[in-house]
């Protein structure tokens, strides 16, 4: 990913925020991650976060979705002989899509180009508005895509550690490098 | 507490929400706390609580805090052989004032009655303004109190364990009934 790519994405996730009365602090404004998986395709499959807290105990996060844009398929495997992380989201603006494992659901509303078809196995679709979660357990596969107005989620979770997210797609690195 | 206070605590405690532009469910209007501590003076010394989650690992809400409202002193005790509740609290509208252990703070902006004054003992002062958190370790002695306007602050912790919190004043029951 360029450095110029990122700046855009953080200003344009700031305006997000903004739009949704989610107030920060001008360090958190500079430390907005940027996520395109390695894949060099943030529209697409990305994914924008401000972590409020993250200790040995618990986390939380805002994640910023743009229209469409997707977070591919993964899960939290145990970790230092604790449960993988365990996660709540909590649709406030926008709309998303979370599919995780189970009834593979008949239509559903993500649109995903044909080259990430593959490494997208589960389909048990939850629609969440502003104000409806959903809590995701340990160890089990999930991706989301946003609507087409883009979306905004709290995260609640257990202890974060992405450095052992399992993805289904192996062309991910989950914590890339920034061209400069 | 009367039914009836608690049906206009709720009502009040939605409208500030709905004003910082937090959405909640149906049901969760219906179920929002109202926490008088049993000391029956609900404005001065009290909390409204919105749960979001509060499993095993971890626990998330939303506080609202009424004009000058207090949140009495209390700490999290260790649990069942696991530490006491770690918590951060995160201003999202409104203004608090946050007392924990420490070097006093020389003109603190809280506004205390009298009666209340013996059983607030720790006043090393943080100011949070939207956007500023703070986390308090757990087993550490806290109270809070809102400013002016009123407050609303997100918590995220580690699991919830209410009944297991210890105040420093005694005629305080986390849990009081209340009368319909």
């Not at 807290?53 to 591919?72: G, H, M, S, V, W």
């Not at 899960?75 to 995780?100: A, M």
């Not at 180009?113 to 589960?122: D, I, R």
Request: proline residues 7%; aromatic residues 10%; glycine residues 4%.
């Amino acid at each position: 990913m360029k450095l110029n790519d990122v700046i855009e994405a953080r200003k344009k996730s700031i305006e997000y925020l903004h739009n949704a009365n989610i107030v920060l602090t001008e360090k958190e404004k500079d430390n907005l991650e940027i996520a395109d998986f390695g894949l060099n395709d943030l529209d697409t499959m990305g994914l924008q976060l401000l972590v409020y807290e993250n200790n040995d105990r618990y986390c939380a996060k805002e994640l910023i979705l743009f229209p469409r844009q997707t977070c591919p398929e993964h899960r939290h495997p145990p970790v230092n002989g604790r449960d993988g992380k365990q996660e709540t989201f909590r649709c406030r603006w926008g709309e998303v899509y979370l599919y995780v494992e189970g009834e593979p659901t008949q239509r559903p509303q993500a649109k995903i180009p044909q080259k990430y078809e593959p490494y997208l196995t589960v389909w048990n679709e939850q629609v969440l508005r502003p104000g409806e979660q959903y809590t995701i357990p340990p160890n089990t596969l999930h991706w989301f895509q946003a609507g087409d107005q883009g979306a905004i989620v709290s995260e609640f979770s257990s202890t974060s550690t992405d450095e052992h997210d399992i993805f289904t797609d192996p062309h991910i690195k989950r914590i890339p490098e920034i061209e400069e």
